[in-house]
């Protein structure tokens, strides 16, 4: 999966970015496959990750050295 960030990033953002995609995707994927229901704070929380991975995409400067 590290191969699909091409741009040189620290591994410590990289990962959180996955962790925060990995948490999104399964919860969207329990939707369909349980029947999973959100209230208004798990909807906040995926909300408040995908921001989170927005803004480090966007903004950060870090690089691998």
């Given amino acids: ?3 699909v960030d091409r741009r040189q990033r620290q ?3 990289r990962d959180s970015i996955w962790a925060g995609l990995g ?3 399964i919860s969207i994927l329990s939707i369909f496959l349980y029947g999973q229901s959100f209230d208004i704070a798990s909807i ?3 909300a408040l990750i995908i921001t ?3 803004i480090i995409n966007v903004f950060s400067n870090v690089q691998a050295h």
């Fill in 52 to 54: 989170g991975v927005i």
């Fill in 44 to 46: 906040l929380g995926i």
């Fill in 11 to 13: 591994m410590c953002i």
């Fill in 1 to 3: 999966l590290h191969r």
């Fill in 23 to 25: 948490i999104v995707a």
